[in-house]
């Protein structure tokens, strides 16, 4: 946690709790609600930025010490693991016996599985496995009040009672502490092959997102990087990309699948390479790098995908031109992008911030992360959903009090 | 708390009529012909596709629009009366269940398809457009759309969205929820709310997620967007038999132990086979067990995963294996299983269909669990199930005439649903909860889940308008402080028992 964290220096004075079973999380939770107390989860701390800091917390629960997987079923392709669990180590575990969780979000050897269904985090899978929404099956809650509830179950398909996990994905520790999650999970692809398009205009990536449907390709991961263009002053937008189609899977789906992108973009013109094993690390490495390295400032887009030339030219382009050492990962497939810089003058970012609003006005642009003075120029989450009345009687039933990260969430909730 | 009533057709609560004053408002808002309150027509809405309960609506109202929805939707909260919304009526657990004194919503003149983007993967429709004609309207150019219940010529959008509706498809392409992306929607205080859209992870809380499923308890949906699929380049069918389910359930975990990932695995045992025969003429055998499975994708993976799965077919004991020599013989297959439930009245006067998931790896336990208290009923069960996730379908075939069998085939289809849940299963996969399951929620759940769950509904409805005595097992008043139960008013009324 740093001091430039826009706000959260207040977290210091807090009192820490480190529960290390579900009933000492339970316990820490009534002992708040007896005591009136203002408490923030905190998992791996990677998206500790997103949101409005929460008003006046005296306790930070920490669920470090909350890391045991609870049941591991291969052969039913289901995982329940407590919310402390890291990414990474779970990863590993699943690996063994052939599965992955199909969710590639950064940070993976800190960022904690409670944490990533906090934020709705998400990578390049997204793409063919869907979002963290489509993975969860089942969770277990402590309300604000110290109340323990379940909802959805360990099978897959299932639809008794209300879907109460996909309430909690990205609801950002406001609704309730989140003890144990229970996910599907995939088999491991039994290879790779990642075509490359080392330069694309953002016209070209749609059209390269659209034809990748339209030929029937189910690719495992797609993502565009802004092409490392610029002038001697550093990286500026110059409405290039470099865009990274990989397939996965059994190694006759993957060959035909790369060999039929490759013809398509010779008979498109754009230039484009089966690229080898290492090539290939590389690109997804410059991924991982653009997502992962620490930015003073970071935000996420969201349009249609077919608008990503406008998206571009006007949201990536005037935050670029506003951010020193500006990076972008894109997600044409998807029509989301994540954009991260240096703060040089906060007045300037935060006009970026609103033109880029402006330019995408059905879609969003939400800041992960910015110093406080461009912070107090805009408002991290935009404009104030239509929902917002429903929203807050959600929040109303479930935290009345507001104890619960309060004000860090949309519309102050 | 007494078993449900699965089959005994209870003698249809009488309409309440509705106020005049009512009545004259609604005509003023949807016309003449669009509110039924003559006392014989209303029984047309008495119950849904589980025809054992019944009760008659107040008044039936047909809107064509969200503004018509949401101008009834406030003349019932004004005249305090409970909302019930039906689609097409083909849900098998009573989620269209009038309750007495009620405004049926009938979403069936909503049939519209409002705008289709093909390159951004999305389609905007209305509640009362047939599952089907989503994927017909966009064929053409080569898309579709993926959630498939064996109802779908049938069954509407609006009614998929209730109930989170599955089929055969939805092991590798998900259920309803998976390919929703936003709903206009009506809500208890009569306003019009836009939840989700086009465009992914809008900021804020996903109250999408949790009003699909949700039965109709939230609000009244009167607008979807769907996203929608490229079809696949290739898709590979093949049917394999085998001496018993044991073999076809170890079949599926091999399959999926492989890293397969189907796009459906369809398990039948020996009744369910023989009803499919009797009631489609297709030529299967008489063996104890048959596996139908489609794996899509590109075809060169489709081809090299169906060659994988048959190989495991024949390892596993597969007596013989067929493959379609064309797309009619393929659809003929297809058309075997999806007519398995109705085909169970060649078989039998009367059934029960039954909803539970296990987990996969338990199939075979479980299984046999079922067959030993049908020896003990002396009640014959065909099972039918998506043995990719679990799904259970067991179809408790009796007699009505005999006196007791009706009873004891109540009791096993609920104990069914208690194995389900012993094996840390659930009591529905796909059909709901409704009116038929309400009372099997507190066996899967705990009080407090199931008041967390209330916390929600009482955010979204606090004067329980929407469908009540749906999905929670014990009507609920939604307090603003926490505090002893109280009875609802209906229950109280003694309207809402379900002995």
């Known amino acids: 946690m740093t001091a430039t964290a826009g706000g959260l220096e207040a977290l210091a004075a807090a009192r820490q709790e480190r529960p290390s079973t579900l009933a000492e999380a339970t316990e820490a939770l009534q002992r708040a609600d007896r005591d009136r107390e203002r408490i923030l989860f905190l998992g791996g701390g990677t998206e500790l930025t997103l949101g409005a800091p929460p008003d006046g917390v005296e306790v930070l629960l920490s669920t470090e010490r909350l890391e045991r997987i609870v049941e591991y079923a291969p052969l039913d392709q289901i995982v329940a693991v407590e919310a402390g669990v890291r990414l990474a180590s779970l990863q590993d575990v699943l690996a063994r016996s052939g599965q992955m969780l199909a969710l590639d979000s950064p940070w993976a050897g800190r960022a904690t599985l409670g944490g990533l269904v906090a934020t709705n985090a998400f990578g390049p899978r997204r793409t063919r496995y869907g979002s963290i929404r489509d993975l969860i099956i089942g969770i277990s809650m402590v309300r604000a009040d110290g109340t323990e509830a379940r909802a959805g179950g360990k099978v897959v398909k299932n639809v008794a009672g209300f879907d109460l996990p996909k309430l909690m994905v990205g609801s950002l520790g406001t609704l309730g502490f989140i003890a144990t999650v229970t996910f599907r999970l995939h088999p491991r692809p039994e290879t790779e092959r990642t075509v490359l398009f080392p330069d694309l205009d953002a016209d070209a990536v749609r059209q390269v997102a659209l034809a990748l449907r339209q030929a029937q390709l189910e690719p495992g991961a797609v993502a565009a990087l802004v092409h490392e263009g610029g002038d001697d002053l550093g990286v500026r937008f110059d409405g290039r990309f470099e865009l990274g189609v990989r397939f996965e899977g059994f190694e006759a789906g993957v060959r035909q699948q790369a060999m039929k992108l490759l013809d398509l973009a010779t008979g498109q013109r754009w230039r484009a390479e089966s690229i080898g094993a290492e090539t290939a690390r590389a690109f997804w490495a410059r991924h991982d790098d653009a997502r992962e390295s620490s930015a003073g400032f970071r935000a996420k887009l969201a349009a249609q995908p077919m608008d990503l030339e406008r998206v571009a030219n006007a949201a990536i382009g005037s935050l670029f031109a506003a951010l020193e050492v500006p990076r972008c990962v894109c997600y044409p497939t998807l029509g989301l992008a994540f954009v991260a810089g240096e703060v040089r003058i906060a007045g300037q970012v935060a006009a970026a911030v609103s033109a880029a609003r402006e330019a995408v006005p059905e879609g969003s642009v939400v800041i992960h992360a910015a110093p406080p003075d461009v912070r107090a120029a805009v408002d991290v989450w935009g404009p104030p959903p239509a929902a917002l009345p429903l929203m807050r009687a959600v929040k109303q039933r479930l935290d009345p009090a507001r104890r619960l990260a309060p004000g860090r969430f949309v519309g102050g909730l | ?499």
Not at chain 2, 11 to 37: F, K, Q, T
Not at chain 2, 464 to 474: A, D, G, H, L, Q
């Open chain 2, 1 to 499: 708390m007494s078993a449900p009533s699965l089959v005994t057709p209870a003698p249809a609560v009488e309409a309440i009529p509705a106020p005049p004053s009512v009545i004259d408002r609604l005509i003023a808002v949807v016309g003449e012909r669009n509110v039924i309150r003559d006392r014989d027509d209303l029984r047309t809405y008495e119950c849904d596709a589980l025809t054992s309960f019944r009760a008659a609506p107040s008044v039936v109202v047909l809107p064509a629009s969200t503004e018509e929805v949401a101008a009834a939707v406030r003349i019932a909260v004004e005249a305090g009366m409970p909302v019930v919304p039906r689609g097409a009526g083909t849900g098998l657990s009573g989620g269209a269940l009038p309750v007495p004194g009620c405004m049926l919503l009938g979403l069936s003149r909503m049939k519209r398809i409002l705008e289709v983007d093909l390159d951004d993967g999305w389609i905007r429709v209305q509640p009362g457009v047939i599952n089907l004609d989503v994927s017909k309207e966009i064929s053409a150019a080569g898309y579709y759309y993926a959630p498939d219940p064996s109802s779908q010529s049938v069954c509407t959008i609006g009614g998929n969205v209730a109930e989170n509706s599955g089929g055969a498809h939805c092991l590798k392409y998900g259920f309803t929820v998976n390919h929703v992306r936003g709903v206009r929607m009506v809500t208890s205080t009569g306003e019009v709310v836009d939840l989700g859209g086009p465009v992914l992870d809008p900021p804020g809380y996903d109250l999408l997620g949790v009003v699909v499923g949700s039965e109709g308890t939230l609000g009244i949906v009167t607008e979807v967007v769907l996203r929608i699929l490229r079809k696949p380049e290739a898709t590979r069918t093949f049917f394999a038999t085998f001496p018993s389910t044991d073999e076809a359930g170890l079949c599926v975990s091999e399959i999926i132990g492989n890293g397969i990932v189907p796009a459906a695995i369809e398990m039948m045992d020996r009744l369910a086979i023989q009803a499919a025969v009797a009631a489609t003429g297709v030529d299967w055998p008489d063996v104890g067990a048959a596996l139908l499975m489609d794996v899509d994708g590109c075809t060169a993976e489709a081809e090299h995963t169906s060659e994988v799965a048959v190989g495991i077919a024949r390892r596993t004991g597969a007596l013989e294996v067929r493959v379609p020599k064309n797309e009619d013989e393929r659809m003929l297959m297809w058309k075997g299983r999806k007519s398995a439930f109705a085909a169970m009245g060649r078989l039998s006067p009367n059934y029960i269909v039954q909803d539970g998931v296990i987990p996969r790896k338990d199939i075979a336990r479980v299984l046999s669990e079922i067959a030993r208290l049908s020896q003990e009923q002396g009640l014959r069960v065909a099972n039918v199930f998506h043995a990719g996730d679990g799904n259970l379908h067991p179809l408790v075939l009796y007699d009505a005439r005999v006196p007791g069998q009706e009873k004891a085939a109540e009791e096993l289809a609920g104990e069914i649903l208690r194995i389900c849940i012993r094996f840390g299963g659930s009591i529905t996969g796909e059909h709901g909860v409704g009116a038929d399951k309400a009372p099997y929620m507190g066996e899967m759940f705990s009080d407090a889940d199931l008041d967390t769950m209330a916390k929600v509904r009482c955010a979204f409805d606090p004067a329980t308008t929407f469908n009540p005595s749906k999905v929670f097992p014990t009507p609920r008043l939604c307090g603003d402080r926490p505090g002893p139960y109280h009875p609802h008013a209906t229950e109280v009324a003694g309207l809402a028992d379900r002995g």
